[in-house]
Each structure stands twice: as structure tokens, then as C-alpha cells.
């Protein structure tokens, strides 16, 4: 049984770590800026982005667009400093991202839908999504929530209010107010 001095000790030495690991976001002179390569956040098709887990990308971009990063202008200049086959994969990219954040999962049926909107839909609902799940006291990014019975029985039977609940966070807004009051 742990007491509560190590308790407190447990969480201190978390928060020292918390504190380092937000310190990695910013350079020399206090502007924001990924910690790793761009390439680990957005191109899902090389070595670099499968090598560093779901779960510190999502952490490092949830932090980052919760202290005002602008994810759209670094996105834009990754674009221009790179062939368009490289950055072809940046939609996909940011669809594994939202599904994963959903679901837990890299693939759900919903991906097809998601797939359908554009590059800036893409990522504005990732911004979207990734601002409602940040969670800044645990430096992490909460996965999961969504249930494919709830997305269908929230649609009502209809295809149009279906696809409206796939391409935005409302079903988000109902997991985190229910699990703010859990």
C-alpha cells in the first residue's frame, strides 16, 4: 500500500518530468516549435513518424496547439520546403490521428468518411478534436470515448446527420462532459 508521502513523491517527480518534457517545446528564444522533426508529425509513410508512438505525437501537438502553435503555417511550410510527394501524406496523416484519438484504433469504418474531406478540413477537426482532449496537468491527450452504437443511435437513422457527426467533435463535446462528470 502506498502512503501518502510516496504518493506525493510520485507525483512531484511526474511534474519535474511534465515540466522538462514542455520545456523540449520551445527554442532558444521562447518561440514554440516541434520537438522532433516534422516529418515524426506529419508523414505517415516514413520511418521517423513510426518510430515515435501515437500517443507523444499526439501529446506534443496537443501541447503545442494549446499554447497558440500555428499548426496550419507550420503544416504550409513543410509544404513548400518539400516535393508534393512527400507531402501527399499529410491528410491521411492527420485521419489516423483523429481516429486514434476516437477509438484508440489506427483504423475505424468512419476513416472513409473522414478520407472524403480536405486537407484543411482535415486538420482544422484534428486542431478541433486534439483542443478538447488536451489535457495540460497530465501532459496527455485522452483516447477514446467514441462508441459506434452512441455515433449511430446519435445520428437518428440519418445518413446526412451520420456523416455531419463523423466530420465534427459534438460526439467529443458529449465523451468529455461525461467524463468531466464521472
Request: proline share 2%.
Amino acid at each position: 500500500m502506498k502512503t501518502s508521502v510516496s504518493c506525493q513523491e510520485e507525483y512531484i517527480t511526474k511534474q519535474k518530468s511534465i515540466y522538462i518534457q514542455k520545456k523540449s517545446y520551445y527554442d532558444p528564444d521562447e518561440k514554440l516549435i516541434l520537438p522532433r522533426h516534422t516529418r515524426y508529425y506529419y508523414d505517415w509513410q516514413c520511418s521517423q513518424y513510426n518510430s515515435y508512438p501515437m500517443e507523444k505525437k499526439l501529446r506534443d501537438l496537443g501541447f503545442l496547439v494549446s499554447q497558440g502553435f500555428d499548426l496550419k503555417l507550420n503544416i504550409r511550410n513543410y509544404k513548400e520546403e518539400r516535393e508534393e510527394t512527400f507531402t501527399s501524406a499529410i491528410p491521411q496523416t492527420f485521419v489516423f490521428y483523429i481516429l486514434f484519438m476516437r477509438y484508440g484504433e489506427y483504423s475505424h469504418f468512419t476513416e472513409f468518411i473522414l478520407a472524403k474531406l480536405s486537407e484543411r478540413q482535415v486538420i482544422k477537426l484534428f486542431i478541433d478534436e486534439v483542443s478538447l482532449r488536451y489535457n495540460s496537468s497530465n501532459h496527455e491527450v485522452e483516447t477514446g470515448g467514441w462508441n459506434d452504437d452512441e455515433l449511430i443511435e446519435a445520428a437518428c437513422e440519418d445518413k446526412e446527420t451520420f456523416f455531419n457527426l463523423v466530420k465534427g467533435t459534438e460526439m467529443t463535446k458529449k465523451f468529455s462532459s461525461m467524463s468531466l462528470t464521472a
